[in-house]
């Protein structure tokens, strides 16, 4: 099967070619660096980056652009109500949107403009569209005339005449009077005062928040680019106003596909600060959720539909991620990370039946990606296939030391190169490993947990079991989890 994409452009789910063959252009768009970004940043950029990994793990060449927005009234009233600049703002929530989707493990785009950066495209964009009829100035203001695109509106399906009926007694005093239409919108905002301001042809003013991303989509991949991301929320009016602004003055379609992620829900209301269930990913991190169990969460549901947030589905994802988690802990530990990046052909010794149940494995998951991203299915598979390496892994937390015979173990090494492998196209990766004894990742060792199992250690020596197995237990009320491997050696993992 060929991947097939959910164009919101055409409404159809159709079969992805790209523009050059074997290269994928995307734009997604980023964020507004005004705050700490929240859950439903999370949703939308951890899909983008299962169809930008599963892109790369089908032999795309793929560049990814994804911008800041860093000139936006709601950066200007943040720094109003901190005493400090546009700028300190702007850098200081960057800073942290970096910190929030390395810990997602969601790779970074190839290039991520700015607004800031980008104002000279801006106002050569804009002069241009003014220059071609499809833009008008006012008082330092500049507008874009949407009645000069025959299908504006084709993106959200909006009727423009229908939507004029309604906006009767919109056109009245200050902004609204100098349009020439209720719906125009602006390309570049005349200086206020206390406001930064840049300098243009028009006067010193900042431009309009659709007009950056028309810029940066042109500036960084041209005129018409493979696939276009964002939320369902930015349909209209800033993908569509992208689309009338970009084709007016190019003349040429701006994305070929138009991709759009459901909105989270909490507990089935939408999410709002107005609501009181606003969730920054910072605070569901610091709260004790690790980054797997969320990229989980949010997978387990198809991108184009709502995700509901809930503590029942969060838990869920938590003990689905437990047992994930151990299969791939124990595939990590038992195969060479140089041996494990190409599992297209199975290690020598692998008896036939075990290669083709393999393949199928991976045909069913790459199917399952192919058909509009599904990552549910995807996950499935993933589950399916963890499961010898879970129960394997399981024993061992137990203390049962026996191992596999020689060939069950190739078996297990083979599914274990195959699970890492497919983990990865979702951006799924073991926390916590154990590393050189019994540290975990990024750690030189805890020296309570260390003391607790030299206990245990002495307790099993001396054949007191009852003692050996409640360390174990409290150790586990702790969130770590021991690993009793031969020759006597207890590895250990935060769950």
């Given at each position: 099967m060929s991947l097939?994409?959910?164009n919101t452009?055409t409404r159809?789910?159709?079969?992805?070619?790209p523009?050059?063959p074997g290269?994928?252009s995307?734009?997604?768009?980023?964020?507004t660096?005004y705050?700490?970004?929240?859950l439903?940043?999370?949703?939308?950029?951890?899909?983008w980056?299962?169809?930008?990994?599963h892109?790369?793990?089908r032999?795309?060449a793929?560049?990814f652009?994804?911008?800041f927005t860093?000139?936006d009234?709601k950066?200007?009233k943040?720094a109003?109500?901190?005493?400090?600049?546009?700028?300190?703002?702007s850098?200081?929530?960057?800073?942290?949107?970096?910190t929030?989707m390395?810990a997602?493990?969601?790779?970074?785009?190839?290039?991520?403009?700015?607004a800031?950066?980008?104002?000279?495209?801006i106002?050569?964009?804009?002069?241009?569209l003014?220059a071609k009829?499809?833009?008008y100035?006012a008082?330092?203001?500049?507008?874009?005339?949407?009645?000069v695109?025959a299908?504006?509106?084709?993106l959200?399906?909006r009727?423009l005449?229908?939507?004029?009926?309604?906006?009767?007694?919109?056109?009245?005093?200050?902004e609204?009077?100098?349009?020439?239409?209720?719906f125009?919108f602006?390309?570049?905002k005349?200086a206020?005062?206390?406001?930064?301001?840049?300098?243009?042809p028009?006067?010193?003013?900042?431009p309009?928040?659709?007009i950056?991303c028309?810029a940066m989509?042109?500036?960084?991949l041209g005129d018409?680019?493979?696939i276009h991301l964002?939320?369902a929320d930015?349909?209209?009016p800033h993908?569509e106003?992208?689309?009338?602004q970009s084709?007016?003055?190019?003349?040429h379609p701006?994305?070929?596909?138009?991709?759009?992620?459901g909105?989270v829900?909490?507990?089935g209301e939408k999410?709002s600060?107005?609501l009181g269930n606003?969730?920054t990913?910072r605070?569901?991190l610091e709260s004790?959720?690790?980054?797997?169990?969320?990229?989980l969460?949010?997978?387990?549901?198809?991108?184009?539909k709502p995700l509901?947030?809930?503590?029942?589905a969060?838990?869920?994802a938590a003990?689905?991620?437990k047992g994930?988690?151990?299969?791939?802990?124990?595939?990590?530990?038992?195969?060479?990370?140089?041996a494990?990046?190409?599992t297209a052909?199975?290690?020598a010794?692998i008896p036939?039946?075990?290669?083709g149940?393999l393949a199928?494995?991976?045909?069913?998951?790459?199917?399952?990606?192919?058909?509009?991203l599904n990552?549910?299915a995807?996950?499935?598979?993933?589950?399916?296939?963890a499961?010898?390496?879970?129960?394997?892994?399981h024993?061992?937390?137990r203390?049962?030391?026996?191992?596999?015979?020689?060939?069950r173990?190739?078996n297990l090494?083979?599914r274990?190169?195959?699970?890492?492998?497919l983990?990865g196209v979702?951006g799924?990766?073991?926390e916590?490993l154990?590393?050189?004894?019994?540290a975990t990742?990024?750690e030189?060792?805890?020296?309570?947990?260390?003391?607790?199992?030299a206990?245990?250690r002495?307790?099993?020596?001396e054949?007191?079991?009852?003692?050996?197995d409640?360390?174990r237990?409290e150790l586990?009320a702790?969130?770590?989890e021991?690993?009793?491997r031969p020759?006597g050696?207890?590895?250990?993992i935060r769950?």
């Open positions: 097939r994409l959910t452009l159809r789910t159709e079969p992805f070619v523009l050059e290269k994928v995307i734009y997604c768009c980023g964020v660096v705050d700490l970004c929240h439903g940043h999370a949703r939308s950029y951890i899909v980056d299962v169809l930008r990994r892109l790369q793990w032999g795309y793929v560049t652009v994804q911008n860093d000139i009234d950066i200007l943040r109003a109500e901190e005493g400090s600049s546009m700028e300190a703002v850098e200081r929530n960057i800073a942290d949107y970096f929030d390395d997602l493990n969601i790779q970074r785009a190839d290039r991520m403009p700015r800031t950066l980008s104002l000279d495209g106002r050569a964009l804009i002069a241009e003014e009829g499809a833009a100035s008082d330092g203001d500049v507008y874009f005339a949407v009645m695109k299908d504006y509106g084709k959200s399906g009727d005449d229908q939507q004029q009926e309604g906006a009767s007694g919109r056109l009245a005093d200050g609204e009077a100098r349009k020439h239409h209720p125009d602006a390309l570049w005349g206020k005062p206390g406001e930064p301001s840049f300098p243009s028009w006067g010193p003013g900042r309009g928040w659709h950056e028309s989509v042109r500036q960084e018409t680019i493979d964002g939320g930015l349909i209209f993908h106003n992208e689309i009338a084709e007016a003055a190019s003349g701006l994305a070929r596909f138009w991709l759009h992620n909105m829900n909490v507990g999410m600060k107005s606003f969730t990913i605070a569901l004790g959720v690790s980054p797997m169990t969320l990229r969460f949010v997978l387990q549901a198809h991108y184009r509901d947030f809930t503590a029942e969060l838990a869920a003990s689905g991620w994930l988690n151990a299969a791939l802990g124990l595939a990590a530990r038992a195969i060479d990370p140089a494990a990046t190409d052909s199975p290690p010794g036939p039946e075990v290669e149940e199928s494995f991976r045909e069913r998951f790459g199917a399952a990606l192919d058909d509009d990552t549910s995807a996950l499935a598979v993933l589950f399916e296939l499961r010898p390496l879970r129960s394997q892994a024993r061992q937390q203390g049962d030391a026996a191992t596999a015979d020689a060939a173990e190739l090494r083979a274990g190169a195959l699970l890492l492998e983990a979702l799924l990766i073991p916590s154990p590393t050189g004894g019994s990742a990024g030189a060792g805890d020296p309570d947990v260390e003391a607790a199992i206990a245990r002495q307790a099993k020596a054949r007191d079991f009852a003692t050996a409640r360390i237990d586990r702790r969130g770590i021991l690993i009793d020759g050696i207890t590895d250990w769950s």
